[in-house]
């Protein structure tokens, strides 16, 4: 049981290059999030899945786009880098979905991609 | 709308000495809390949560915290620091309404620093 999973765990890009970022989770979880982490920021959500084939935005969406692939999956993309997009991006999952949504539903992280945009 | 403040950006403890990481939250009705633990270059590990049973919640590695509505906190306690709890600490707020529902808003991070 690996939990959430990301690839890759690092990566470099140039300005106005395409990424997917990758996500998988194993505990049959309805519900799926992106997030990106800055310095002295906390984490902020970009996009969340509440069950497959449906997606949300979340906070700061603008500049990427998302894909719920299947239960397990959900792909984060950047479709032209830039340096603003330079984060730690940490995949999440959490047990409910859109039908019993709870605010004491804990969510758990994958280890987090590092992304570099120069 | 949902908050949370953590008011020390940095905090300092001699290893055996205690701990306290402290949190203020805003919520417009009965907050789900959280606090969640980052080891350097790793993900976020869930230390433990309050959804409105006991006010005095233990979690994991003798953390604890203490829902006190009247003061509007949540804070982390350890009585006696390890220097392994060297780490970020995130309070969290979970969303309650609507399109908020489930949603985790995280404070800015409490970096923990434990001297030998």
């Known amino acids: 049981n690996a939990g959430v999973t990301q690839t890759p765990k690092f990566q470099v890009l140039k300005t106005g290059q395409s990424m997917t970022l990758q996500c998988a989770q194993d505990?049959?979880?309805?519900?799926m999030y992106w997030y990106r982490q800055d310095p002295g920021m906390g984490l902020r959500l970009i996009y969340y899945?509440?069950?497959?084939?449906?997606?949300d935005k979340g906070e700061v969406p603008n500049g990427y786009n998302v894909s719920r692939l299947n239960k397990r999956e959900f792909s984060l993309r950047l479709e032209s880098a830039a340096p603003s997009q330079t984060s730690v991006y940490f995949c999440?999952?959490?047990?409910?979905?859109?039908?019993?949504?709870?605010?004491?539903?804990?969510?758990?992280f994958g280890p987090g991609t590092r992304l570099t945009v120069l | 709308a949902q908050s949370v403040t953590q008011l020390d950006s940095h905090v300092s403890v001699s290893e055996g000495t205690p701990v306290l990481l402290r949190c203020n939250y805003s919520?417009?009705?009965?907050?789900?809390l959280f606090w969640y633990v980052q080891h350097p270059n790793k993900g976020l590990q869930l230390l433990l949560k309050?959804?409105?049973?006991?006010?005095l919640v233990k979690g994991i590695n003798g953390f604890e915290a203490e829902f006190k509505k009247s003061e509007t906190s949540f804070h982390l306690t350890k009585p006696s620091a390890h220097m392994s709890d060297a780490a970020e600490y995130f309070c969290?707020?979970?969303?309650?309404?609507?399109?908020?529902?489930?949603?985790?808003?995280f404070g800015r991070g409490t970096q923990l620093t434990v001297w030998p």
């Open positions: 969290v707020v979970s969303g309650d309404r609507g399109s908020t529902l489930g949603r985790l808003y």
């Open positions: 505990m049959n979880h309805n519900s």
């Open positions: 899945s509440a069950s497959e084939g449906t997606t």
């Open positions: 919520s417009s009705y009965s907050p789900s």
């Open positions: 999440a999952s959490s047990q409910k979905g859109t039908s019993g949504f709870s605010s004491t539903d804990t969510q758990y």
């Open positions: 309050y959804t409105s049973a006991a006010t």
